[in-house]
């Protein structure tokens, strides 16, 4: 170029990096090659667009764009709400650019927020049970009022020692900690989530092998794609894995999917596969076994990262520990697994699964595998379902590399916070009792049936965009629990909408959806960590008008508050005076005495916990807290990369101790870094810290395992009670052909619609619109047998109930097993409205009468879904009438001894219904319930038996909110040494 | 690379950003909409196929030869990969990327799919067009020529001109297959625009027939043959006018352009003198 060219080019640049640290667009497009799907940020003050109803006139409209986090699952992909400047309300949510995850796209879920917003049935104000709990009558009290007849009972609580009776029950958390950390300001072992009813199998599977509990698919740069879940289109972080998933099939990616069903994301795939429900492990090992038996497996990897010298001296002690001698065993260990023995299991052709296996094997490391909840979630055992779909990586080495498995931690920012309590002295038995030591997590799931057989009693109770009536199995069990006062004192329903819990609660508080509150957010969804920032639009949009606003009520509609301030509320009138060694967890940074904010606790979190956020925020002359109001989403690093990898520097290098397989411990402490480093592997026995791990000579960081290694061989599942599961292996579903009896199908349950929210869509009309029932799929070849066509009533009968429902008679599922999906079915209590002035929740909602005769429950529907114009016009355009069938009450709690996860999937019959039945019906026998959940706790192996260290659980698995280490230990009247007690 | 970047984005329907980028490039104005209509829409198309393409249209086996590239490279070629603006923004791209790989490509996209029909581009656009056309294409014609000679082009010649059609045979193809392929650049050598069939029309002082370019050069040519097919004959010049500052730097595509080009002025004047004779001997008593 020559010089007049090079002082043009020069004069471009210049301006182009001027324009930008300004955070303005230089090319706002739209051009072939600069896209303008989204407004510049620099207009995001006063953005004009037309006003679509008034067309054909062409009527201005000025919005100020302000960002926050979608809520409507867990991907927490960015949204934009469009704040119309003179009226200040929410025209319309759509996506946010400024967001790493979800860069701008969305799901459907994401801009259905503003039916959420406007829903005319949302929750207002605080209500307080009038009569009886679950009767009906509600009374509007004051924030002040809740707060401080709350806050008495908790506060009684912990003066007199009943710190297990404050319990707070989450569903989708959406946050990072926020609320563990109050509870662990309080002192208490409160925490109780949902994730054994979601994703402990999952986890289980994945923390075995390599300390993290998550994979942090890499799909994007994959050459093949191996899904045993629906994630393309419908699982956990549909819209940022779908986004790279169809990405990686542009660029010639093979997408290989086990499914029963043809869901959305099989229709996408190279390879369908519609295995027996149960066997997706076995397909797993007869890969593997490809791969050891084909030597195609990548050796040097194993070498250096498999734990195989443990092994051999736990597993083999007479045998050389060389690893010519474990790949000897190696290619013995899973010889049996065979393509056609996973044919036999799984009725999948031994050619496909030839062609699957060799796909992999040619994927080499760009191999990115998924499973969350489905066949995990579905069956005992699943989780060797992820621990053998794990074993694929391992062998490939395709783990921390490009098109690979990442461990979720890595691709996590888990920032410091201005709040850091002691952690809690106790442990609540109620949550992680002595039968479950390996769970992940609380058992939540069995609350009521621990509660019935008198191991506890709740004092206060929160529930948190959690609705376990209607998600959890043995629904019934959870109604009679929250009647009963004596067994749960004060139920707490933080919730921005009505459901069927929330008619069990004494107090329904009223929180914001997902533009109404804050909180941060961080998530595994490509090799890189963001955060992104949920908050209340309408308080960013005065503040940035240049009002001030110091209570997020101001701005919010009626009186719906946010959780943040009201727990920091909460907190001050636990401990109004101090004196219980509270309040001072949430007094403000530099301000003792003062009552922290949210802008106190946000405004610290990212200017001293989110690297490279505070130097980002001062190049465009803001405070990192105005970055993040103004744009909602950072990224803190990309190209995470092979954390394992890391030669561990000499400053944490002290006093070193290294074992016989090569752990390396160090008295010096770690240096901090930005990333979640999961589990919490023990120190040796002089107090050390495992620093490391010993790789060709050079201390490598590892993984947060035990042995610092990738565990193909648990020491702790064979310390724990379960040698015989220490390696990836295969178990027999309770659904597998040999457990069933004669005329029993396996009734797939947990597959999720891509368009709708667990229990939180009800309300969202454009969600109901594309999905709003729940037939029971059902095979043809099946259907003739029992001489049923598409929309016949059938009666789906559990080990403890049945169920009235349409059949839909279709290809997409494997003969011989049904499906209906859970994401249907609401109801609310025919008492709820009957007489009375306020409607309830109206969309997608059926009035049904709940009875009970002795151990007999019964739950019918009373009134047909019709639309209701009575507040909502838009109700009007409800063409649908068939709202689904709430299936999970027939269910009963089949928790996994070892995972502690409850597995799903139902052995059935399937028949025409009764003249009698109805659609909807749904029956349950309360005492068919006991007896399957204690078959199932039957089944376990205690830490009063097992326990090597007399603790209650391993503890370097990870586990919420964790209590010192003192609670651990078992109590001496319980201990294996005492002869137990569980 | 920025500055190309800016002269690609700058190719594209006027916008806010147009004025900005008009005084970062010294530009004397920012287009108008009817400038920028009259002179993409109507009648300079920056598409490479339009001038690479057998059939002198968008798409065809020219525009799946650029597509083709992008594949190679891994990305998804857009809807239209052989608009000037994605080629010039995806050569800056490439010049960008610090790798041995990506440079290889930006050569080959440089000779391969830009210099085989920009400098014949460019000089029309600088011909016929309104400000601040001239000057863009000016600027791009320097950065085009300056990366020409520091990259130098590869061994093997242009695809897109290694199997060209050639002119259609009025006799043997027909009448409308002939000038079908004098408006094909890649078969005549030349362009044709709209804007010249106007200059044709009132130079010849024949009538004008408005429409799109083969219905007026069919109805020049009604007029008066002889007449139209010198004056094509003299138009033909523009591309040897076009590549006369190449020579040195794209010796190989210069020489193409213009020996098609004389190729069709030959056939041109003959055609031309066979009109004259076929009138004077239908004059003859």
């Given at each position: 170029m020559d010089e007049d060219l090079e002082t043009l080019n020069a004069r471009v640049s210049a301006a182009r990096a001027?324009?930008?640290?300004?955070?303005?667009?230089?090319?706002?497009?739209?051009?072939?090659?600069?896209?303008?799907?989204?407004?510049?940020?620099?207009?995001?003050?006063?953005?004009?667009?037309y006003d679509a109803t008034a067309w054909p006139r062409k009527d201005e409209r000025r919005f100020m764009l302000v960002p926050t986090t979608c809520f409507n699952c867990e991907a927490a992909c960015g949204l934009l709400a469009y704040v119309d400047r003179d009226s200040l309300q929410v025209r319309k949510f759509e996506g946010n650019p400024e967001a790493p995850g979800s860069r701008g796209r969305n799901c459907a879920k994401g801009p259905a927020t503003i039916n959420q917003v406007t829903d005319p049935d949302r929750i207002l104000h605080p209500l307080r049970r009038a009569g009886d709990r679950g009767g009906g009558g509600w009374v509007r009290v004051s924030w002040d009022e809740a707060l401080d007849d709350i806050a008495a009972r908790i506060r009684a609580a912990i003066v007199e020692d009943r710190r297990d009776e404050v319990v707070y029950h989450v569903g989708r958390p959406g946050e990072l900690g926020f609320t563990e950390e109050v509870l662990a300001a309080w002192g208490v072992d409160g925490h109780n989530s949902h994730t054994n009813v979601c994703s402990s199998a999952a986890r289980a599977g994945f923390q075995f092998w390599c300390g993290q509990d998550r994979p942090s698919p890499d799909h994007a740069n994959a050459d093949v794609i191996l899904l045993i879940s629906s994630h393309l289109e419908a699982g956990h972080y549909f819209n940022p894995h779908a986004q790279r998933i169809m990405e990686a099939k542009a660029n010639g990616a093979k997408l290989i999917v086990m499914d029963v069903r043809l869901s959305n994301t099989a229709s996408?795939?190279?390879?369908?596969?519609?295995?027996?429900?149960?066997?997706?492990?076995?397909?797993?090992?007869?890969?593997?076994?490809?791969?050891?038996?084909?030597?195609?497996?990548?050796?040097?990897?194993?070498?250096?990262?498999?734990?195989?010298?443990?092994?051999?001296?736990?597993?083999?002690?007479?045998?050389?520990?060389?690893?010519?001698?474990?790949?000897?065993?190696?290619?013995?260990?899973?010889?049996d697994y065979t393509f056609e023995f996973a044919a036999a299991e799984s009725g999948v052709d031994v050619q496909t699964l030839h062609a699957v296996a060799e796909a992999v094997a040619g994927a080499g490391t760009r191999l990115s595998t998924h499973n969350w909840r489905s066949a995990a979630a579905g069956n005992e055992g699943g989780w060797q379902v992820a621990r053998t779909l794990f074993l694929l990586n391992a062998l490939l080495g395709a783990v921390a590399v490009p098109g690979g498995f990442y461990p979720n931690g890595w691709n996590m920012l888990a920032p410091r916070t201005p709040v850091d309590p002691p952690r809690p002295a106790v442990w609540n038995e109620l949550h992680l009792p002595l039968e479950y030591p390996l769970a992940m997590y609380e058992l939540s799931f069995l609350l009521p049936h621990f509660l019935a057989e008198g191991r506890g009693r709740i004092d206060t109770y929160f529930t948190r965009v959690y609705n376990p009536v209607w998600t959890n199995p043995d629904g019934f069990s959870w109604i009679e629990a929250l009647a009963d006062p004596d067994k749960i004192g004060c139920h707490v329903a933080l919730t921005p909408t009505w459901n069927e819990t929330a008619y069990l609660a004494d107090y329904v508080l009223p929180m914001g959806h997902s533009s109404e509150r804050h909180d941060?957010?961080?998530?595994?969804?490509?090799?890189?960590?963001?955060?992104?920032?949920?908050?209340?639009?309408?308080?960013?949009?005065?503040?940035?008008?240049?009002?001030?606003?110091?209570?997020?009520?101001?701005?919010?509609?009626?009186?719906?508050?946010?959780?943040?301030?009201?727990?920091?509320?909460?907190?001050?009138?636990?401990?109004?005076?101090?004196?219980?060694?509270?309040?001072?967890?949430?007094?403000?940074?530099?301000?003792?005495?003062?009552?922290?904010?949210?802008?106190?606790?946000?405004?610290?979190?990212?200017?001293?916990?989110?690297?490279?956020?505070?130097?980002?925020?001062?190049?465009?002359?803001?405070?990192?807290?105005?970055?993040m109001r103004r744009f909602g989403g950072f990224e803190v690093s990309r190209g995470v990369g092979q954390i394992h990898e890391q030669a561990v520097p000499d400053a944490e290098l002290d006093d070193v101790h290294v074992t016989a397989h090569g752990r390396v411990y160090s008295r010096a402490p770690a240096l901090p870094v930005s990333y979640s480093t999961g589990a919490s592997p023990d120190p040796d026995d002089q107090g050390r810290r495992a620093a490391g791990v010993l790789v060709d000579g050079v201390v490598r960081r590892g993984f947060p395992t035990p042995s610092g290694k990738l565990e193909f061989w648990s020491s702790t599942l064979a310390a724990w009670g379960w040698p015989e599961h220490a390696l990836p292996g295969y178990i027999r579903s309770h659904v597998h052909p040999e457990r069933l009896a004669d005329g029993e199908v396996p009734l797939i349950s947990t597959f999720r619609l891509p368009v709708q929210i667990h229990t939180r869509s009800a309300n969202a009309k454009w969600l109901n619109e594309l999905a709003h029932t729940n037939p029971l799929w059902i095979h043809p070849s099946h259907a003739r047998q029992l001489g049923i066509a598409t929309g016949d009533l059938v009666r789906v009968e559990t080990h403890a109930g049945h169920y009235v429902v349409k059949a839909w008679v279709t290809e997409g599922i494997r003969p011989g097993v049904v499906a209906c999906s859970h994401h249907m079915g609401r109801w609310k209590p025919y008492g709820e409205t009957e007489g009375r002035g306020s409607p309830r929740q109206r969309m997608q909602v059926s009035d049904v009468s709940v009875e009970r005769d002795g151990d007999r429950w019964t739950l019918a529907d009373r009134s047909p879904h019709r639309p209701d114009a009575t507040h909502d016009p838009d109700l009007l355009r409800v063409w649908w009438s068939d709202i689904g069938v709430h299936q999970n009450m027939t269910f009963p709690v089949?928790?996994?001894?070892?995972?502690?996860?409850?597995?799903?999937?139902?052995?059935?019959?399937?028949?025409?219904?009764?003249?009698?039945d109805a659609y909807g019906d749904v029956v349950a026998d309360a005492a068919r319930m006991r007896e399957i959940y204690r078959e199932w706790l039957a089944k376990t192996r205690g830490a009063d038996q097992v326990s090597p260290t007399g603790e209650r659980r391993p503890h370097w698995l990870k586990r919420p909110l964790r209590p010192q280490r003192a609670a651990w230990v078992i109590p001496s009247d319980r201990s294996p040494a005492a002869g137990g007690g569980a | 690379m920025e500055l190309l970047q800016a002269l690609a984005v700058f190719a594209e329907e006027p916008g806010p950003t147009h004025g900005r980028l008009a005084d970062l490039l010294g530009l004397p104005c920012a287009p108008d909409p009817a400038t920028f209509s009259d002179v993409f829409l109507f009648n300079l198309y920056p598409y490479a196929s339009v001038y690479l393409g057998g059939e002198g249209k968008l798409g065809g086996d020219a525009r799946d030869r650029v597509a083709g590239f992008f594949r190679a490279l891994g990305s998804v070629?857009?809807?239209?990969?052989?608009?000037?603006?994605?080629?010039?923004?995806?050569?800056?791209?490439?010049?960008?990327?610090?790798?041995?790989?990506?440079?290889?490509?930006?050569?080959?996209?440089?000779?391969?799919?830009?210099?085989?029909?920009?400098?014949?581009?460019?000089?029309?656009?600088?011909?016929?067009?309104?400000?601040?056309?001239?000057?863009?294409?000016?600027?791009?014609?320097r950065v085009m020529r300056a990366e020409a000679q520091r990259h130098t082009q590869p061994g093997l010649g242009c695809t897109h001109l290694r199997h060209p059609p050639g002119l259609a045979d009025p006799d043997a193809d027909g009448h409308d297959a002939f000038v079908d392929s004098l408006l094909a650049p890649l078969r005549s050598g030349f362009v044709v625009t709209g804007a010249d069939l106007v200059h044709a029309a009132r130079r010849l002082g024949l009538g004008l027939r408005i429409g799109e370019r083969r219905f007026v050069l069919n109805a020049l040519l009604a007029q008066q043959p002889a007449a139209t097919l010198r004056w094509l004959a003299e138009h033909t010049a523009t591309t040897g006018d076009a590549w006369r500052p190449w020579v040195d730097d794209a010796p190989d595509l210069a020489r193409w352009w213009v020996t098609t080009a004389e190729a069709t002025r030959a056939t041109l004047l003959d055609l031309a003198l066979d009109v004259d004779r076929a009138r004077l001997a239908g004059a003859a008593p």
């Open positions: 001027e324009t930008e640290a300004r955070g303005e667009t230089f090319y706002p497009g739209p051009s072939r090659v600069h896209l303008a799907m989204f407004p510049p940020r620099e207009r995001w003050d006063d953005w004009v667009e996408h795939a190279t390879h369908w596969l519609a295995p027996w429900p149960g066997s997706e492990a076995a397909i797993c090992l007869a890969i593997a076994n490809h791969l050891v038996q084909t030597d195609t497996y990548n050796r040097d990897f194993v070498r250096r990262w498999w734990n195989w010298e443990e092994y051999l001296r736990a597993e083999h002690p007479d045998r050389e520990t060389s690893f010519d001698v474990f790949r000897e065993i190696l290619a013995s260990l899973y010889a941060i957010v961080s998530y595994e969804q490509y090799d890189g960590q963001w955060i992104g920032f949920r908050q209340p639009v309408l308080r960013a949009a005065r503040e940035r008008m240049g009002e001030t606003v110091t209570d997020t009520r101001q701005t919010n509609p009626g009186e719906v508050w946010e959780e943040n301030e009201f727990w920091i509320e909460l907190t001050w009138r636990i401990d109004p005076d101090g004196s219980l060694g509270i309040r001072r967890h949430y007094e403000a940074p530099g301000r003792p005495g003062e009552k922290m904010t949210v802008d106190d606790y946000y405004g610290w979190v990212f200017a001293h916990g989110v690297p490279g956020l505070p130097e980002a925020a001062a190049a465009q002359d803001k405070t990192p807290l105005e970055y089949h928790p996994d001894p070892i995972s502690g996860q409850h597995c799903w999937h139902q052995a059935v019959r399937v028949r025409r219904a009764e003249p009698t | 070629p857009g809807p239209e990969p052989d608009h000037v603006t994605v080629l010039l923004a995806a050569y800056a791209g490439l010049r960008r990327t610090d790798d041995h790989r990506a440079a290889h490509a930006a050569t080959v996209l440089l000779h391969e799919h830009l210099l085989s029909w920009l400098p014949l581009y460019l000089a029309r656009v600088q011909a016929l067009a309104p400000p601040p056309y001239p000057q863009w294409a000016a600027l791009v014609a």
